[in-house]
């Protein structure tokens, strides 16, 4: 027994020297050994170059850091332990209230349930109504109110409206003599008014089936089908100045005039203020047929973000603005002007890829675009087997701004659209109120073609054209294609027609059409090319003439 006590004695008295040691290092290292680590501080820092004197300094302080740093977390570590044990008795109140909170949400709950099942007995059901998108996961129908309460509640509810036109008729006698047509026709009224409810709440497309119930019994104006172009293009630059006071230049107004019987694709450029959207939109005002502005975000990427899209789950179609003015523009025999603002945010050949292919195509017959891939009962009237058609009397605006938030516009959209620049303010001036004008865009079409056929461009204008492209053949490398061309044959006459000139709308066409080009070339090795370019132009078209496209090389000229 002694040789186990001396065994035990020896072990333990071991261990209590080992944990001895380890705190008296642990005092010596971080507290004790400061006057030695000092005296060695002190012996070496004198003998030191500055770059020593600065690390060894450096080093003494990382060394003091480290027990500051155990001391804080320590004395934090037991003033959070001595508020938790402080606030015992209120973290126990807390639990309390939550409790009693929780009790409060499921009563609540249960009373939502007894309101719903109120509801269920009021439409004459014994079911309980289920949750309608559980049917869309499964079935390949509409969710109607038959297919919800199995029947029972479509009868109840027509009951319902009855009882309640009925209730509404006698209340109606009670408060005082009232009419025996209206009290004969109001179960008709109210009948037809809940089966138009009922076509939309069953629809997947609820805003065009809305439009289909707008245009049902609408009254058309009387259409002026006598006005010719220069008294349209006066007419609306009077409207915009007294009706909305915006004022606009005569020449702005032809180049959109003429831009839109060149392209069914707009595009307004320009320093911010100067009347980029709001032309398109005093325009449409003109013409009592408002424009639907669409304001374009940086996240679009695909056709979807315009056109919207088909919901698998609530078998609906997410539809949007640019849709439904889509679709009500084949109601409406006016024309009809659907503005993207700001539309350089994204990329324009991203999200409008499918209408600039559609708008190519040589067809208006083929202007459809898919929207869903089989038809339903109850789709709206002018959808052709889930295919919307895209109505000729359709124009689509863009504004666009050129700045570091916005992408370059491509020679892709470019070449299929009309740039419109407005760079400039056109001064205010008086005059007498001027009222809209009712004009269908079949009129405005034949307007167009009027003006081909009464100011075809000259053939003298055609040969210096044909020697302009020759010279930037073969100096620039730099052609168009017939797009342009056909674009120039639609626009000159046009611009001629609304009071401007033959050369003034070439000189316009070559600037904003051709030589834009130069944007995509390194204009740099060709600067001095540009010089001789402007010189030819003045020799062919004269020095007078021409002074867009002149002033159009002088500034991509300095910008080398």
């Given amino acids: 027994m002694s040789s186990f006590l001396k065994f035990a004695y020896e072990l333990l008295s071991q261990v209590v020297y080992n944990i001895v040691s380890w705190l008296v290092a642990f005092l010596n290292l971080f507290i004790t050994g400061w006057v030695q680590y000092f005296l060695i501080f002190k012996t070496y820092f004198f003998s030191f170059g500055i770059p020593q004197k600065i690390l060894s300094i450096l080093l003494m302080i990382l060394l003091f850091a480290i027990p500051v740093t155990i001391l804080i977390l320590l004395v934090r570590k037991a003033i959070m332990h001595h508020q938790l044990k402080a606030d015992k008795t209120d973290n126990a109140a807390l639990y309390k209230e939550i409790g009693r909170l929780n009790k409060q949400v499921l009563s609540l709950m249960d009373e939502k349930n007894s309101i719903l099942a109120l509801k269920v007995n009021a439409m004459g ?122 004022y606009y230049t005569p020449e702005i107004i032809r180049r959109f005039v003429a831009g839109m019987a060149s392209s069914k694709l707009l595009i307004l450029e320009g320093i911010s203020g100067t009347g980029k959207t709001s032309l398109p939109y005093s325009f449409s005002r003109y013409l009592n047929n408002p424009a639907t502005i669409v304001s374009i975000q940086p996240s679009y990427r695909d056709r979807t973000e315009i056109l919207g899209y088909f919901n698998e789950f609530s078998k609906r179609f997410n539809e949007t603005e640019f849709l439904r003015a889509l679709y009500e523009a084949n109601y409406r025999p006016d024309p009809t002007l659907i503005v993207l603002d700001e539309m350089n945010l994204a990329r324009i050949e991203y999200y409008f890829a499918e209408m600039l292919s559609v708008l190519e195509m040589p067809s208006k017959d083929e202007w459809v675009l898919d929207l869903v891939p089989t038809a339903w009962d109850g789709d709206p009237k002018l959808l052709d087997a889930g295919k919307i058609h895209v109505a000729d009397s359709t124009w689509f605006i863009g504004t666009a701004n050129n700045d570091d938030s916005t992408f370059t516009i491509t020679d892709k959209v470019y070449d299929r659209a009309m740039p419109i620049e407005l760079n400039e303010r056109a001064d205010a001036f008086e005059c007498d109120p001027q009222p809209g004008c009712d004009v269908t865009a079949e009129h405005l079409q034949y307007m167009f073609q009027r003006a081909k056929v009464e100011h075809p461009i000259s053939d003298e204008m055609l040969d210096n054209l044909q020697k302009l492209d020759q010279y930037l053949q073969t100096r620039f490398k730099l052609a168009f294609g017939n797009r342009i061309m056909k674009q120039m044959y639609d626009f000159i006459p046009v611009y001629v027609a609304c009071g401007g000139t033959e050369l003034g709308a070439m000189d316009y066409i070559i600037a904003r059409k051709v030589l834009k080009k130069f944007e995509s070339m390194n204009v740099s090795f060709v600067r001095d090319e540009i010089t001789g370019l402007i010189n030819y132009i003045e020799k062919t078209f004269g020095k007078a003439g021409m002074e867009d496209s002149k002033a159009y090389l002088h500034r991509i000229q300095n910008l080398y």
């Fill in 125 to 246: 059901g014994t079911k309980r109504i289920p949750y309608v998108g559980a049917s869309a996961l499964t079935d390949d129908v509409i969710p109607t109110l038959d297919n919800v309460t199995g029947g029972a509640g479509a009868a109840s509810g027509v009951s319902g409206v009855a009882a309640t036109v009925e209730g509404a008729s006698s209340e109606a006698m009670s408060a005082g003599p009232v009419s025996q047509a209206v009290l004969d026709h109001a179960p008709v009224v109210k009948a037809v008014v809940t089966e138009q409810k009922d076509k939309v709440l069953t629809s997947r497309f609820p805003k065009l089936t809305l439009v289909d119930q707008e245009y049902a019994d609408y009254q058309y104006p009387v259409y002026d089908d006598e006005v010719t172009l220069e008294e349209f293009v006066n007419r609306y630059r009077l409207y915009a100045a007294s009706q909305l006071g915006l």
